[in-house]
């Protein structure tokens, strides 16, 4: 984005899923992407881009999930696999570890590739995880696509936005625009084969 443009410095700040919301109330950044106003947002203070990408994420389980047609029908009965602070539909949407704990048998990690190690070495029955993040780890470790069953059903399906801070220095429409000329550009096409992903233009 920075290459795409002159007028504005985008500098990355990392925050975990469950401190973002507290940073971005303390004005350390003014902007998220790949986002959903939906995970956590408070419209009264905030506007969004358009839809620019779409994602979702998937269980994944071990080889010995092929064995029963419906294992992904139902996952609460099962040891889960998740990442902590992330809003799931099988859970609602609740994001507290405690509550987490109490309704299921649930691990919740750091990272994506923790989940994918937990299903290999069946610590966990099933894992969730984006599908992108699922296609990018298989594309680089075909030693391991025969040891993983995917689900053909979602846990959820979403539209990301970018999220900006309302009397930001930019604004959505300003950001929008600079996010198009980075999708629509050739010369970024390899992003999108990198990541195994479609813009939604």
Avoid: C
């Amino acid at each position: 984005m920075n290459d795409a443009q002159s007028e504005y410095k985008f500098e990355i700040i990392e925050a975990s899923p469950r401190r973002r919301h507290d940073m971005f109330q303390k004005g350390l950044y003014d902007v998220s992407l790949f986002d959903h106003l939906d995970w956590g947002w408070n419209p009264e203070t905030v506007e969004t881009t358009k839809v620019y990408l779409k994602g979702g994420e998937r269980y994944i389980s071990s080889n010995k999930a092929q064995e029963k047609p419906d294992f992904f029908q139902n996952i609460s009965s099962k040891k889960i696999g998740a990442i902590l602070g992330y809003h799931y539909r099988f859970a609602e949407f609740e994001t507290d570890p405690q509550k987490l704990n109490k309704r299921f048998d649930i691990n919740l990690v750091a990272n994506q590739e923790q989940i994918i190690k937990q299903v290999l070495s069946n610590r966990i029955e099933v894992g969730v995880i984006s599908e992108t993040f699922l296609k990018k780890y298989l594309r680089e470790n075909k030693e391991n696509a025969d040891r993983i069953t995917i689900s053909e059903n979602y846990d959820q399906e979403y539209n990301f936005v970018g999220i900006v801070r309302k009397n930001a220095p930019i604004s959505a429409l300003t950001l929008e625009r600079i996010i198009g000329s980075v999708t629509s550009n050739p010369e970024y096409k390899w992003i999108a084969v990198k990541y195994g992903i479609k813009w939604h233009h």
